[in-house]
């Protein structure tokens, strides 16, 4: 069930009615009504896939995911290769591409360069919603040619990063790559659709600290943490290094040396 933020109504609703029994199907999986005048937000079922619209006059258009067209097919295809600075973050080199855990996935963006650069992928998503966003791109990924190759890296969990971490069955991952959401202050931080969209519903990461503390014991390799490039580090251990670009950069807790 998708737990809702105090006064944030959510519910489910078909674009055409050949979508109904899907939006029904939805709306039972995820707890949520059919029918709310009052609700903020729509989870709409369509052609399209799923997709979360925020409503009311000045409400931005739709979020959701898509892994075959847009942002991610133009960085995919023109995005630089293992010259970007999250593959040199994660530890991507000649005969190297590490295991990774994306333990804070949202829309799976990050994921999804990682994944098409060859390192096999596993994500978590906490909040309901954005990993059913997730799933569904993920689903009409695998029909996709191209993208097939790349989400069939990609195995998506559902639930509390830190409690799976710590519970972690099996042989650990090498790198683990966080990016929590970081409590922003100023307006312009929330121009982007999918903030002003999905802080609503999923708030600030007030548990980074245990967050990155249970990734460190977890991960074999090394732990990568996205931030702002001014924001301060997690409390906690401090990085040994950084990678800087414009606006974010990569905080960098390496345990043991990546070899191929």
Aim: hydrophobic share 45%.
């Amino acid at each position: 069930m998708v737990e809702q933020e105090q006064g944030t109504g959510i519910r489910v609703e078909a674009m055409a009615p050949q979508f109904q029994a899907q939006a029904v199907a939805w709306a039972e999986r995820l707890g949520l009504p059919l029918a709310d005048d009052s609700a903020e937000f729509a989870v709409q079922v369509g052609a399209d896939g799923l997709q979360v619209q925020q409503l009311g006059p000045q409400a931005p258009g739709p979020v959701r995911v898509d892994f075959v067209e847009g942002q991610a097919a133009h960085r995919r295809l023109f995005g630089g290769g293992n010259g970007q600075m999250i593959a040199k973050a994660v530890g991507i080199a000649q005969g190297v591409r590490p295991q990774v855990l994306d333990a804070t996935a949202g829309l799976g963006k990050d994921a999804f360069v990682l994944a098409s650069l060859g390192c096999q992928m596993t994500l978590i998503e906490r909040q309901p919603l954005i990993a059913a966003l997730l799933e569904d791109g993920l689903v009409r990924g695998r029909g996709d040619a191209e993208v097939g190759v790349i989400v069939e890296r990609m195995r998506l969990l559902v639930g509390n990063a830190i409690e799976r971490m710590r519970g972690w069955q099996g042989e650990p991952p090498q790198v683990i790559y966080l990016d929590p959401m970081f409590p922003h202050r100023d307006k312009s931080a929330l121009v982007k659709k999918e903030m002003r969209v999905f802080r609503p519903l999923v708030g600030d990461d007030l548990d980074a600290p245990a967050l990155l503390e249970a990734a460190l014991a977890l991960a074999s390799h090394r732990v990568v943490v996205k931030r702002p490039r001014k924001a301060p580090i997690i409390d906690g251990p401090k990085p040994s290094h950084s990678l800087e670009g414009k606006s974010s950069r990569y905080d960098i807790y390496p345990k043991k040396a990546l070899k191929g």
